[in-house]
Nanobody, 114 residues
């Protein structure tokens, strides 16, 4: 079974930056489109960004120009560099395949204070 382990979250002031990491074990990482998802309190989980096996990227309008997704196939790891953070970016962030598996990791909490 694939394991997804997210890390790098924390508390940051508005305008700050964080870099999230997701280590993936099992599955076929290098050929999979991977994504970062987030779930804010009281809201449904939403897709923030994806990166394909050929490094093509997609960003939701809400994060475009501020977030950058990347991957290291040698380390089976996907990253999310988050700059110019806003309070509305506060959420638990998860990585998963896109489309996602029917199970999730524990996520990593990102809290942006105003």
């Amino acid at each position: 079974q694939v394991q997804l382990v997210e890390s790098g979250g924390g508390l940051v002031q508005a305008g700050g930056s964080l870099r999230l990491s997701c280590a993936v074990s099992g599955g076929i990482f290098s050929s999979s489109r991977m994504g970062w998802y987030r779930q804010a309190p009281g809201k449904q989980r939403e897709l923030a960004a994806t990166i394909g096996s050929a490094y093509s990227t997609y960003y939701a309008d809400s994060v475009k120009g501020r977030f950058t997704i990347s991957r290291d196939n040698g380390k089976n790891t996907v990253y999310l560099q988050m700059n110019s953070l806003k309070p509305e970016d506060t959420a638990v962030y998860y990585c998963n395949k896109y489309p996602p598996y029917n199970y999730w990791g524990q996520g990593t909490q990102v809290t942006v204070s105003s």
